[in-house]
């Protein structure tokens, strides 16, 4: 399994960007298809995208479309989340996954290995 750590969260105003990176230990980074999600106060986790394991293949939740850009760097085994037009709603801990399959799945059980998030607060 492969130790995930995220960074880059932190407070924005609403329209602004941040980019988020999860990195990952092991050797094995390639085999995993990677995983954004995120968790706003008493709400549960929900999926913001997810990457194939070459990167070829992306898949966004709708509401994130043409906001969001995730991308991985398999020779530095990190993924990215690109995040511009911020909205308070997309205020929320934000989690890096990994799973070891060849789904890009939106759902949380799909996922092996979870880090242990990362702050993002959007003000209005």
């Known amino acids: 399994q492969v130790q995930l750590v995220e960074s880059g969260g932190g407070l924005v105003q609403a329209g602004g960007s941040l980019r988020l990176s999860c990195a990952a230990s092991?050797?094995?980074?390639?085999?995993?298809?990677m995983g954004w999600f995120r968790q706003a106060p008493g709400k549960e986790r929900e999926f913001v995208a997810t990457?194939?394991?070459?990167?070829?293949?992306?898949a966004y939740a709708d509401s994130m479309k043409g906001r969001f850009t995730i991308s991985r760097d398999n020779a530095k085994n990190t993924v990215d989340l690109q995040m511009n037009s911020l909205r308070p709603e997309d205020t929320a801990v934000y989690y890096c996954?990994?799973?070891?399959?060849?789904?890009?799945?939106?759902?949380?059980?799909?996922?092996?290995?979870w880090g242990q998030g990362t702050q993002v607060t959007v003000s209005s």
């Open positions: 990457i194939s394991r070459g990167g070829g293949s992306r």
């Open positions: 996954a990994a799973e070891q399959g060849f789904t890009l799945g939106s759902d949380q059980n799909d996922y092996d290995c």
């Open positions: 092991g050797r094995t980074f390639s085999s995993y298809v």
